[in-house]
């Protein structure tokens, strides 16, 4: 079975260009997690769906970064405009449910470098 | 938000077993202890998880204080592929995951 896949799996642009990162979670799962790894901050949650409507984003640090979950099996995370602090892995992660017992899922990461 | 706190650190030799340690003194009733593992340049994957009593897989153990306030990870044989970054999660009913700065593992043979 295919896992959570996530395209590109890297990403070298310059500041001020836009960036979208995109996932596929595995087919059945309803909740779809997006999180953003640094050596500074570590991992850490920007927003989270389930059955493709935004729940949580509290984690989401600014305007410039927004997350559409069109249908069930497709999710994006934009940034407009980048800016070097936004240089991180992302990950994309599923669960087939929402509720503390449910294990995620998560896909390999895009690697963001913004010059 | 509930936090955990784990070592930054651990090693251990083949093929001995490994205990992780993680205090999480404000879980509230509802959260779930989750474990992670992340080998270099790949996502985090599961390992284990529970609400209350131990729990074991083929991957490993997973104990838990009666007051749940701690658990602790344990590989029972580690082997040179167990070398990561271990991560102990509180999940609250959401399912939202909060990411600690995880242990470190090194196995040496």
């Known amino acids: 079975d295919a896992g959570v896949i996530q395209s590109p799996r890297h990403e070298v642009t310059e500041m001020g260009q836009e960036v979208t990162l995109r996932c596929k979670p595995i087919s059945g799962h309803n909740s779809l997690f997006w999180y953003r790894q640094t050596m500074m901050r570590g991992l850490e949650l920007l927003i989270y769906?389930?059955?493709?409507?935004?729940?949580?984003d509290s984690g989401m640090p600014e305007d410039r970064f927004s997350a559409k979950m069109p249908n069930a099996s497709f999710s994006t995370l934009k940034i407009q405009p980048s800016e070097p602090r936004d240089s991180a892995v992302y990950f994309c992660a599923s669960s087939s449910g929402q509720g503390a017992g449910y294990e995620q899922f998560f896909g390999p990461g895009t690697r963001l470098t913004v010059l | 938000d509930a936090k955990t706190t784990q070592p930054n650190s651990m090693e251990s030799n083949e093929e001995e077993p490994v205990h992780l340690p993680c205090n999480h003194s404000t879980i509230s009733g509802t959260d779930y202890i989750h474990w992670y593992r992340q080998l270099p340049s790949q996502g985090p994957e599961y390992v284990i998880h529970g609400l209350t009593s131990n729990v074991n897989n083929r991957m490993a153990s997973l104990a838990i204080a009666e007051d749940r306030k701690s658990s602790t990870l344990i590989l029972h044989r580690a082997t040179l592929r167990d070398a990561a970054v271990y991560y102990c999660?509180?999940?609250?009913?959401?399912?939202?995951?909060?990411f600690g700065a995880g242990t470190q593992v090194v196995v040496t043979p």
């Open positions: 999660i509180l999940a609250d009913s959401w399912g939202k995951f909060q």
């Open positions: 769906f389930n059955n493709n409507v935004p729940i949580d």
